[in-house]
C-alpha cells in the first residue's frame, strides 16, 4: 500500500534519516490517509531524542511543543510538523496522563502504547506499513479496537473512553464489542479527566457524522459527566407534534444540523428541561410549559461545568432559551428579531428551529419551507440595507445632541425610540425626518 506524502513531511524524514535517526510517519494521518480522507497534520516519530531533533533542525524554525514528553515542532518548508521521540507512557497514576515518559529506540514499543488500533499503525515511504495489530484491517472494516487489553487501557487513560465514542462517530465506525464492554465499565472514570478535556472530546463527537446513533448508544457514558441527559431517554411527549420521545427528537436535531459546535451543542440540549417540566392535561395530552426557561438554566450549568468560555456559553444559552421562535414571514416580525438577535444568531435561530422541526413528527416537515422562507426574505432585508440596527439609523447621538436634545441617558432612549419608528415605517430612515420625529416626540423623554 502506497500512501502519498507531502514534500515537506518527506524533507523531515530525509533530515532525521541524515542524521542516523529511524523515522516515519504515524498515527492519525495514516490512518486518514487509508481511509481517503483528507490529513489535516502529518506527524511523525523518531528514534532521536528530543534535544537531537532540536541539533538536526537547529537551521530550521523549531518550537518546543512538549518537550518533556518528546514533542518537537519543526516548520518544514512553512508548514508546522510535530516530531515526537519513539516513547512508552509511564505509569498512570491517576488515570489521566503518564507521570513520566521513557523514550525507546523501538518503533514497535512506540506503537504498543498508543490507544487503537487504527491509530498504531507506521508508514515509511520506502519500509512501507509498520502495523502489528492489525490497523488497517479494523480500518477498512470500520472498527474501533484497543491495543492490547480494552480495560487495561481505559484505566491507564479514561479519555481514551470518549476518544473511541469520538473516533466511532466521526469516522463512522463500529465499536468492537470488547471495547465497548470495557468502556462502559470503567467509564466511571471519565471524573478523574479534566473538563477542557471532556469537552474537547465532546466537541468533535457531536460534530462527527455519526453522532445520532453513538448518541443514542452511548448515552449513559456522556451522562457521567451530563446526567441531566439521563431522563430524557424514553421520557414520552404525549402530543400529536412529537412523533418521538424526549431524547430520540433531541438526537434527530443534533444529527440534522450543522456540525458547527454552538449549534450541536444548543441541539443536544434545547429539551433537557422537558422532563422536569411535564404536566398533561384533561385529555391527557402532554404539555412542557416553561421548559424553554428551564432548559436554559440548566444548560448555563452544564456548559459552566465543561468550561465553556464566554462567547461560547453567551451563544448556546441564547439559542437554547429563544429555541422555540415562532417564524413569521412578515418584514416586521424579521426587522424586530434581526434588531433583537443580530444578523448571526438570528440566522443560527433558524438553523436550531429548522432542526428542532425535522426532529418533530414527520407531518409537520411542511414547516421547513416557512422558515426557509423567512431567512430569505432576512437575507433580502439585509441586502436591500433596511433598517434594523441603531449602527443603520441615519442619526447618531450626537446629531441629536447638536439638535438640542439634552445629553444623558435619554439619548440612547431616542434613539431606540427612531429605531422602532424606522422598522414599523411610521418614519423614514433620512437624518431631517428623524430629527424632526424626535422633537415632535420631545415631550415623551422629557416629561419625566
Ligand atoms: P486527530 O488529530 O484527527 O484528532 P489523531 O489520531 O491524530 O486524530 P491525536 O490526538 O492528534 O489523534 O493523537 C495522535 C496520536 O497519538 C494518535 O493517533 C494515537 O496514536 C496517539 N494518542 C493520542 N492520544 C492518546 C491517548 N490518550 N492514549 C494513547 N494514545 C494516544
Ligand atoms: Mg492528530
Not at 449513559?220 to 431517554?233: C, N, R
Request: proline share 4%; net charge neutral; glycine share 6%.
Amino acid at each position: 500500500m502506497k500512501i502519498e506524502i507531502p514534500d515537506y513531511v518527506l524533507a523531515v524524514l530525509n533530515r532525521l534519516e541524515q542524521c542516523g535517526y529511524e523515522a516515519c510517519v504515524v498515527g492519525g494521518s495514516i490512518r486518514d490517509a487509508m481511509l481517503q480522507k483528507e490529513v489535516h497534520d502529518w506527524d511523525i516519530a523518531t528514534s532521536a531524542l528530543p534535544g537531537q531533533i532540536l541539533e538536526a533542525f537547529r537551521n530550521e524554525i523549531t518550537i518546543k511543543t512538549g518537550i518533556r514528553h518528546g514533542t518537537v515542532t519543526v516548520i518544514s518548508r512553512g508548514y508546522p510538523v510535530e516530531i515526537t521521540t519513539y516513547r512508552i507512557d509511564g505509569a498512570y497514576t491517576d488515570g489521566r496522563r503518564p507521570e513520566q515518559v521513557t523514550f525507546t529506540p523501538s518503533l514497535a514499543e512506540d506503537l504498543a502504547r498508543r490507544d487503537f488500533t487504527v491509530n498504531a499503525m507506521a508508514y515509511h515511504p520506502a519500509k512501507g506499513l509498520t502495523d502489528p495489530f492489525g490497523g488497517r484491517s479494523d480500518a477498512l472494516r470500520g472498527i474501533i479496537r484497543c491495543v492490547g487489553n480494552a480495560r487495561t487501557r481505559f484505566t491507564e487513560d479514561a479519555l481514551r473512553i470518549l476518544r473511541a465514542l469520538r473516533f466511532a462517530s466521526v469516522l463512522h465506525f463500529q465499536i468492537e464489542p470488547e471495547t465497548a464492554n470495557a468502556l462502559q465499565q470503567e467509564k466511571e472514570r471519565l471524573r478523574g479527566i479534566a473538563a477542557e478535556r471532556v469537552r474537547e472530546e465532546l466537541r468533535l463527537l457531536l460534530c462527527g457524522e455519526n453522532c445520532g446513533d453513538i448518541l443514542r448508544e452511548y448515552c449513559t457514558v456522556l451522562a457521567v459527566w451530563i446526567p441531566e441527559l439521563l431522563p430524557m431517554v424514553g421520557f414520552l411527549q404525549h402530543t400529536p407534534y412529537h412523533a418521538y420521545d424526549v431524547w430520540e427528537h433531541t438526537v434527530r436535531t443534533v444529527q440534522a444540523i450543522a456540525p458547527v459546535p454552538v449549534l450541536r451543542f444548543a441541539m443536544l440540549l434545547h429539551d433537557i428541561g422537558k422532563p422536569s417540566t411535564f404536566t398533561r392535561d384533561e385529555q391527557g395530552r402532554g404539555h412542557f410549559y416553561g421548559h424553554g426557561a428551564v432548559s436554559t438554566e440548566m444548560t448555563v450549568k452544564i456548559l459552566e461545568r465543561l468550561k465553556f468560555d464566554r462567547r461560547a456559553k453567551e451563544t448556546i444559552t441564547q439559542l437554547v432559551k429563544y429555541h422555540d421562535i415562532r417564524c413569521e414571514r412578515s418584514p416586521l416580525w424579521i426587522k424586530k428579531q434581526l434588531r433583537k438577535f443580530g444578523q448571526p444568531l438570528f440566522f443560527q435561530l433558524l438553523a436550531v428551529h429548522k432542526a428542532d422541526i425535522s426532529g418533530q413528527n414527520p407531518d409537520l416537515l411542511y414547516r421547513l419551507k416557512d422558515i426557509d422562507a423567512c431567512a430569505d426574505m432576512a437575507k433580502e432585508i439585509i441586502c436591500r440595507e433596511s433598517c434594523f440596527s441603531l449602527k443603520q439609523l441615519a442619526v447618531n447621538g450626537s446629531d441629536l445632541i447638536q439638535a438640542g436634545f439634552p445629553q444623558g441617558k435619554v439619548i440612547g432612549q431616542i434613539l431606540q425610540f427612531l429605531l422602532d419608528a424606522v422598522i414599523h415605517e411610521a418614519c423614514k430612515n433620512e437624518k431631517s425626518a428623524l430629527l424632526h420625529y424626535a422633537a415632535q416626540n420631545q415631550r415623551l423623554f422629557t416629561e419625566t
